[in-house]
Nanobody, 124 residues
Framework: QVQLVESGGGLVQAGGSLRLSCAASGRTVEIYNMGWFRQAPGKEREFVAAIHWNGGSTYYADSVKDRFTIARDKNTVYLQLNNLNPEDTAVYYC???????????????????WGQGTQVTVSS
């Protein structure tokens, strides 16, 4: 099993920034590609960004491209959120894909382990 713990969420004004972190532990041989998703109240969970297990490639949702940056340091993944707007308000989840040869994916079902989430609230 892999355990994921997110941190860094909070309340910020529109135009502000936050940095989310997600530390993975446990069965580290199963930690490969990592991703961030978010879920706003009354909406489905949606893809935000993903990063390859070697850190060499990244993938972003169009809605966050040029504002958010994903990075990783071994088994910790970060999400830098800049120029936030109220539509970014959601619970942010990190996730791990345990298959080494999978390509980066924006599909939640491709990820095997999930954290509990961290709340990001952006006020107007």
């Amino acid at each position: 099993q892999v355990q994921l713990v997110e941190s860094g969420g909070g309340l910020v004004q529109a135009g502000g920034s936050l940095r989310l972190s997600c530390a993975a532990s446990g069965r580290t041989v199963e930690i490969y590609n990592m991703g961030w998703f978010r879920q706003a109240p009354g909406k489905e969970r949606e893809f935000v960004a993903a990063i390859h297990w070697n850190g060499g490639s990244t993938y972003y949702a169009d809605s966050v491209k040029d504002r958010f940056t994903i990075a990783r340091d071994k088994n910790t993944v970060y999400l830098q959120l800049n120029n936030l707007n109220p539509e970014d308000t959601a619970v942010y989840y990190c996730a791990v894909d345990r298959e080494i040869w999978n390509p980066l994916s924006d599909r939640a079902e491709k990820y095997d382990y999930w954290g509990q989430g961290t709340q990001v609230t952006v006020s107007s």
